[in-house]
């Protein structure tokens, strides 16, 4: 089996990209990107010095352009409040009466939860949706 330059590119690539994939960070991704740069340069016959420096802008470029992307997305909210991790953020229920100190127990998928009013206005009986959850306390509003 002939080993060139082109070869040893690719297997590096692809431990790059099983590494990605063992841990979940996409810069050994951006990396397998760099390290496929430099098995075509090798393809098209450049020396090692083009092979190394058309990795290292490919892989490099790659990686901080997912930095700048990742450092310039919003934030997610907190999982206590984040719809996308708890489903039941965004799910009405219904409260009977709230105690003078703000808290109720109402009814929610069949058990008896405690909740708190977290709203600007007088906690008021009636529909509220759930904005948040601390533990096994639904947090409500309006």
């Not at 039941?88 to 939860?113: C, F, K, L, P």
């Amino acid at each position: 089996m002939d080993w060139n330059w082109a070869t040893v590119w690719w297997i590096v690539a692809g431990m790059l990209v099983a590494a990605e994939l063992a841990t979940g960070s996409f810069y050994l991704l951006m990396l397998a990107t760099g390290a496929a740069a430099g098995a075509l340069a090798a393809h098209l016959n450049a020396g090692l010095a083009g092979q190394l420096v058309a990795a290292a802008l490919v892989g490099g470029a790659a990686v901080v352009t997912l930095h700048k992307r990742r450092a310039s997305s919003p934030k997610a909210a907190p999982a206590a409040s984040n719809p996308d991790v708890n489903l039941d953020i965004g799910q009405h229920v219904h409260v009977e009466a709230w105690s003078a100190e703000g808290w109720a127990q109402v009814h929610y998928r069949g058990a008896a939860w405690q909740a708190r009013f977290i709203g600007s206005a007088p906690a008021q009986s009636g529909p509220h949706v759930i904005r948040a959850i601390e533990g096994s306390c639904l947090l409500l509003d309006r």
